[in-house]
C-alpha cells in the first residue's frame, strides 16, 4: 500500500512538472512570438510616419482648396446678387417709366376723347352768354319803348304790340268771322292768336282793350278728329282752362273767342273783333344807340 501511494505521488509529481515545463514552454514562445512583432512594427515605424504625413498634407491642402472654393462661390453669389439687385433696380424704373408714359398716353387720349365734350360745353357757354346779351338787349329796348313808342330797336310793326317773343296786333275797330279774321291775320303774316300759357293769358287779360270786347282765338273744332285744336294742329292743355271753361269747350263743335280774360265757345259765323300773333325780330344791338 505505502509502495503505491509512493508511485502515485511520483507520479503525480511528474506529471506536474511536466506541465509546469510546458507552460514555461509556451509563455516562452508568446514572449517570443511578441517580440518579434515588436520587432517588425520597430522597423517598419519610419515608413508609416512618413505616409501619415503625405495623408495629412493631402487631407490639408484638399482642405485648402475647399476653403478658397467656397470662398470664390461666395464672392461670386454675392457678385451676382449684386447684378441681379442691380438689374431688378433697372427693371424696376424701367416699369415706373412705362407706367407713366402710359399714364400720359392715356391723358392725352382722354383730352383728345374729351374735346367733342369740351367743345359742346364752350357751344353750351357761348349760348348762354348769347341769351344773356339778347335779354339785356330785350330790357333796353323796353324801357327805350316806354319813353319812345316808336324807337327802332322795336322788333314788332307799327300798331302791334310787344310781349317777350310775340307780337299782337289787336283789331278793335272792327268785327269778322272767324274764318275771314284767321284770313286778315294770314294777311298780316301772322294767325290768330294762341295761348300758351298762363302767364300770356294773363297778359291778355290786362290789355284794357279787352275790357269790354270778344276777340277770336286761333283755337276750333275739329270735325274729322272731333277735338278742339289751334291753328298749329296742337291740342290746347287742359291745364290754360278753368273747369268751367274746359267744361265749356270739351266737345263742342263752333269757335272760341276771349273776353274778360276767359275762353268761351261760339258760332264761327258770328262777327267779332279778333287778335293776331306772330313772333317779335330780334332786337338788334346796333338799334340801341
Known amino acids: 500500500m505505502s509502495e503505491e501511494v509512493t508511485y502515485a505521488t511520483l507520479t503525480l509529481q511528474n506529471s506536474v512538472g511536466e506541465g509546469n515545463n510546458r507552460d514555461r514552454n ?40 475647399l476653403l478658397i472654393g467656397l470662398v470664390t462661390l461666395g464672392i461670386m453669389f454675392l457678385q451676382t446678387s449684386n447684378e441681379i439687385n442691380s438689374d431688378s433696380e433697372k427693371l424696376s424704373q424701367l416699369q415706373k417709366t412705362i407706367h407713366q408714359q402710359q399714364d400720359n398716353l392715356s391723358q392725352q387720349l382722354s383730352k383728345d376723347m374729351n374735346f367733342p365734350m369740351e367743345e359742346e360745353l364752350l357751344k353750351l357757354q357761348i349760348s348762354n352768354l348769347l341769351k344773356k346779351q339778347r335779354q339785356m338787349a330785350i330790357k333796353l329796348c323796353q324801357e327805350l319803348i316806354i319813353h319812345t313808342s316808336d324807337h327802332k330797336c322795336n322788333p314788332c ?33 301772322s294767325t290768330l292768336v294762341k295761348i300758351d300759357s298762363l302767364e300770356e293769358k294773363d ?39 278753368s273747369t268751367i271753361e274746359y267744361a265749356q269747350i270739351n266737345g263742342s263743335k263752333g269757335c272760341a273767342y276771349f273776353h274778360k280774360g276767359h275762353t268761351y265757345i261760339s258760332r264761327c259765323s258770328a262777327e267779332i273783333s279778333w287778335i293776331c300773333e306772330k313772333t317779335a325780330a330780334l332786337v338788334n344791338m346796333e338799334d340801341l344807340d
Not at 307799327?158 to 294777311?187: G, L, P, V
Not at 282793350?209 to 287742359?238: K, M, N, T, Y
Request: glycine share 4%; net charge positive.
Open 203 to 241: 297778359f291778355l287779360k290786362s290789355q284794357p282793350l279787352l275790357e269790354f270786347s270778344f276777340f277770336w282765338l286761333g283755337l276750333s273744332w275739329d270735325l274729322s278728329g272731333r277735338s278742339w285744336l289751334w291753328e298749329d294742329g296742337s291740342i290746347p292743355s287742359p291745364s290754360l282752362f
Open 157 to 189: 310793326p307799327k300798331m302791334w304790340q310787344w310781349h317777350q317773343d310775340s307780337c299782337y296786333y289787336f283789331a278793335t275797330h272792327e268785327e269778322k268771322t272767324w274764318i275771314n279774321s284767321r284770313k286778315n291775320c294770314m294777311d298780316r303774316n
Open 26 to 65: 509556451n509563455l516562452r514562445k508568446k514572449g517570443s512570438s511578441v517580440c518579434s512583432s515588436l520587432c517588425w512594427l520597430s522597423s517598419w515605424h519610419p515608413a508609416l510616419s512618413h505616409t501619415w504625413r503625405w495623408t495629412a498634407l493631402s487631407l490639408l491642402s484638399l482642405c485648402l482648396l
